[in-house]
């Protein structure tokens, strides 16, 4: 079948880079860090890679989840409204946003592996330090200072990334869905036990115990061949490349590794380079997008359990009129989560994982941009399906369905964004597209925690028309990544 040019061209400028020429001497061989990956294929530190970046998600999901499984506890400990719940939830994103883009320049000049854990010791001493929070405000500001460091947890996506073959990318990187799956799985069962029990203050240390055991075995995962090599450090590179081929069982190509022609690192003009400013322009919109319906439906959920918001139910519940407790007067929706609500919640988080095998699928078999433009098409149609007045077990399965897609939609953007920017500038491109998604995460606790109580079919509408906006730019992203080699440089 005939390809045509434009086709052509991208899927040519998204292999291996050029490099300089240089003669080798008469008979050496010579091999690229791609070469030598691929020949190495996948093995047991891939496996190892897996399980141990791969829980950096169930640390990001717990810290980020716990908002939602605190909210309503703040609210009645310090008797706040519902743009004050709100904010804290933009707070964290707002700090998310800022140290996404500094973390992202900071890893393409000093390296992956550095700010990964400098990310997360800086995210467990702040979440810490939140559970003696004396007040809201206190409370606010070091939950932003824990968004901060949990921006830097993307930088295990991208050594998994570089680290993965071509072949492998589109199957093992779903798969790290299973560990924030896990995360957010973990918190809400913990939260069930300990919030009425010893109090919020204690489920956010618990919460804190993951990231601090993770710190302790990032020793056992390497800096990125490919960002050393892109600096020049050809020697480590291939001590590390070495090192995989030992552990996997593999041999090493033969001939010896050759150094790229030295690029430019880390800056913000190259995601703007002709070469790359449409599809950074429509992966920003994407990100964003996907952001804001994610959490929106997270939050939405919380509040659909914790107000019964649906079949035209918003009003306040009528009280008991011998109930004159502080609580039946209070103006701030003080309720608390029971059995059956933080039942309904790890439902609807299972469903996270329900469309992981077909997304899978999608990915590799459709190509990365339709399949997000399905899931993105998809998940505008479930949002609007909430405005039906149902049965609790039929807005489970709204829900349900809702978390399954929004998180299917997460995975494949990863991906995408992962692969398509080169690795002079992929921490970078990842880091602003994190930061434009926090936008989005920033915005959603206002339609769904303050406008959904005004009018909830305005903010489901609103959730939709962003997703519809969302899937039209995946379809029309200018680069396929699927089956393409990762470049070096740009």
């Known amino acids: 079948m005939a390809i045509a040019p434009k086709e052509a061209e991208n899927a040519i400028g998204l292999e291996e880079i050029h490099m300089e020429r240089q003669e080798p001497p008469k008979g050496q061989k010579i091999f690229t860090v791609q070469e030598a990956v691929e020949t190495i294929g996948f ?15 169930v640390a990001e999901a717990m810290e980020i989840m716990l908002i939602a499984v605190v909210s309503p506890l703040i609210r009645c400990e310090w008797q706040l409204q519902d743009w004050q719940v709100a904010l804290v939830t933009t707070m964290v994103f707002f700090g998310y946003m800022v140290f996404s883009i500094v973390l992202g320049f900071l890893a393409d000049r000093y390296g992956r592996w550095k700010i990964l854990l400098l990310s997360f010791l800086w995210a467990a001493y702040f979440s810490l330090l939140t559970s003696f929070a004396p007040s809201y405000i206190w409370f606010v500001f070091l939950r932003a200072m824990v968004g901060g460091g949990v921006s830097g947890h993307a930088q295990g996506l991208i050594i998994k990334t570089e680290f993965l073959p071509t072949k492998y990318r589109g199957y093992m990187l779903p798969l790290s869905q299973v560990f924030w799956l896990a995360g957010s799985l973990l918190i809400i069962g913990l ?23 993770l710190i302790l075995v ?13 600096t020049g450090n050809v020697a480590a590179a291939l001590a590390t490349l070495q090192m995989i081929a030992k552990m996997n069982g593999a041999a090493m190509p033969e001939g010896v590794l050759k150094e790229p022609a030295k690029g430019r690192r880390g800056r913000f003009k190259d995601l703007i380079h002709p070469k790359y400013l449409r599809t950074t322009l429509q992966i920003w919109i994407i990100w964003l997008g996907i952001a804001f319906a994610y959490y929106g439906v997270i939050l939405a959920s919380a509040e659909l359990l914790e107000r019964d918001l649906v079949c035209g139910s918003a009003a306040p519940p009528v009280q008991d009129p011998g109930d004159d407790s502080e609580e039946s007067r209070s103006p701030c929706h003080c309720r608390l989560f029971g059995p059956a609500a933080y039942q309904t919640m790890i439902i609807s988080t299972v469903g996270e994982i329900a469309l992981n095998p077909l997304n899978i699928l999608g990915i590799n078999f459709l190509g990365r941009r ?13 949002f609007l399906l909430l405005n039906i007045c149902t049965s609790s077990a039929g807005m489970t399965g709204f829900l349900f369905m809702l978390r399954a897609l929004v998180s299917a939609n997460f995975n494949t953007i990863y991906i995408y964004t992962a692969e398509v920017y080169p690795t002079t500038m992929r921490a970078l491109g990842m880091g602003t597209s994190g930061s434009l998604c926090r936008v989005g995460a920033m915005v959603a606790p206002f339609i769904s925690q303050v406008l959904m109580s005004a009018s909830f079919v305005g903010a489901l509408c609103l959730f939709s028309s962003m997703c519809v906006v969302c899937a039209i730019s995946a379809f029309t992203l200018p680069i396929e990544t699927k089956g393409v080699a990762l470049r070096v440089c740009i």
């Open 43 to 57: 093995g047991r530190f891939h496996i190892a890679l897996f399980l141990i970046m791969g829980s950096t998600g």
């Open 191 to 213: 939260a069930s036990v300990v919030n009425p029990t010893i109090g919020w203050r204690w489920l956010i240390r618990i919460a804190s115990i993951p990231s601090i055991l």
């Open 218 to 230: 990032f020793k056992f995962i390497p800096e990125s061949a490919r960002y050393n090599v892109s």
């Open 370 to 382: 339709l399949s997000l433009c399905i899931t993105m098409g998809c998940t505008a149609l479930f």
